[in-house]
């Protein structure tokens, strides 16, 4: 079985700072929907002064491209959270 990544993912973890992604499934009444989780490497608080505002926007721009792609047209959210340190 071969593991291949939807092209959302796979544009988005060429961004720096972006460590990993994932897809989450969120129950939605009788229906589960996809939602991309983004894993990146800094503070995601806006106040921090680690925050990566231009990578948040290459992410939101990677998503958007992708998202014009038939084959992310089923994820329908995005989770952006910091990597957990050790």
């Given at each position: 079985m071969t593991n291949q990544r939807s092209i959302v993912r796979q544009n988005v973890e060429l961004i720096p700072g972006v460590?990993?992604?994932?897809?989450?499934w969120?129950?939605?009444g009788d229906l589960f929907e996809r939602v991309l989780v983004i894993e990146v490497?800094?503070?995601t608080d806006p106040n921090s002064s680690a925050f990566q505002k231009s990578t948040m926007e290459a992410i939101s721009e990677a998503a958007a491209a992708a998202a014009e792609e038939e084959a992310?047209?089923?994820i329908k959210g995005l989770r952006i959270v910091p990597k957990r340190s050790a």
């Open positions: 460590s990993g992604t994932w897809i989450e969120e129950s939605c490497e800094f503070d992310s047209r089923t």
